[in-house]
C-alpha cells in the first residue's frame, strides 16, 4: 500500500518560514519524482515544486527564492521549507508522486494546512 | 505561469453526458501527450482519472474518457452518477513551467 503522509502546516505569521514534512511508505522517495502542489481556499491547483530521483530541483516562478525543496533517503521523506511567506501563500499543500514517464500525478497525500497571517 | 483554461461549471442530469473542456497552448497541451485529469471532492486530495491523454488507471471508471484536438484536452463523463459531482482539473507538462494545472470545473448533477 502506498501512503503519503504530510505534517508541519499550521498558523504562521507574514514573513516567517515552515518547514512541511512528506513522509512516505510503499516505494522509495530516492528513486521517484516527488512534488509539492498547493491549493488556496476555494482556488485551484498550483504545482509548485519537484523534487527529481537525481537530487535536482525546480519550482515555479511564484514561489522562486522563497522555497527549498529536499529528502531524507533513510526516512523516506520529503521536505518543503516556506520562507518569507506572505499571505497568499495560504493553502493546503499537497505532495505527489508524479510518475517517471506520463507526468501525471499519481499519489497524493492528504495535505497540511498552511495560514498566514499578516 | 498561466493556468490552463476550464469553463468553472459543468452540469447534467443523472445518466447524461458532460464534457469538460480545458484549453493551454503549443508550449503544454498542443505539444505533448502528457495531459492529465485529476477529480477532487471538497475537503479531499486530487485523484487521478486520466493520464497520457485518454489512459484510465486501474480502477477508475470507463464512463471517464479524454481527448485531445490542438491545444484543448476534453474530458467526458457518460451516464453521469450522482458520485460524479465534484470538481475536476486537468493538468500537463509545460515546456516553460515543468507543469501547470487548469482552472478547475466543478461538475453538478442535477
Known amino acids: 500500500d502506498v501512503h503519503l503522509v504530510e505534517t508541519g502546516g499550521g498558523l504562521i505569521q507574514s514573513g516567517g518560514s515552515l518547514r512541511l514534512s512528506c513522509a512516505v511508505s510503499?516505494?522509495?522517495?530516492?528513486?521517484?519524482?516527488m512534488t509539492w502542489v498547493r491549493q488556496a481556499p476555494g482556488e485551484g491547483l498550483e504545482w509548485v515544486s519537484i523534487f527529481y530521483p537525481g537530487g535536482g530541483t525546480d519550482y515555479a516562478d511564484s514561489v522562486k527564492g522563497r522555497i527549498t525543496s529536499s529528502r531524507d533517503n533513510f526516512r523516506n521523506t520529503v521536505y518543503l521549507e516556506l520562507n518569507d511567506l506572505r499571505p497568499d501563500d495560504t493553502a493546503m499543500y499537497y505532495c505527489?508522486?508524479?510518475?517517471?514517464?506520463?507526468?501525471?500525478?499519481?499519489?497524493w497525500g492528504q495535505g497540511t494546512l498552511v495560514t498566514v497571517s499578516s | 505561469q498561466s493556468a490552463l483554461t476550464q469553463p468553472p461549471s459543468a452540469s447534467g442530469s443523472p445518466g447524461q453526458s458532460v464534457t469538460i473542456s480545458c484549453t493551454g497552448s503549443?508550449?503544454?497541451?498542443?505539444?505533448?501527450?502528457?495531459v492529465s485529469w485529476y477529480q477532487q471532492y471538497s475537503g479531499k486530495a486530487p485523484k487521478l482519472l486520466i493520464y497520457e491523454v485518454t489512459k484510465r488507471p486501474s480502477g477508475v471508471p470507463d464512463r471517464f474518457s479524454g481527448s485531445k484536438s490542438g491545444n484543448t484536452a476534453s474530458l467526458t463523463v457518460s451516464g453521469l452518477q450522482p458520485e460524479d459531482e465534484a470538481d475536476y482539473y486537468c493538468?500537463?507538462?509545460?515546456?516553460?513551467?515543468?507543469?501547470?494545472f487548469g482552472t478547475g470545473t466543478k461538475v453538478t448533477v442535477l
Open positions: 510503499g516505494f522509495s522517495v530516492r528513486d521517484n519524482y
Open positions: 493538468g500537463s507538462f509545460a515546456r516553460r513551467n515543468n507543469y501547470v
Open positions: 505527489a508522486r508524479r510518475h517517471t514517464a506520463n507526468w501525471a500525478h499519481q499519489w
Open positions: 503549443s508550449s503544454d497541451i498542443g505539444g505533448y501527450d502528457f
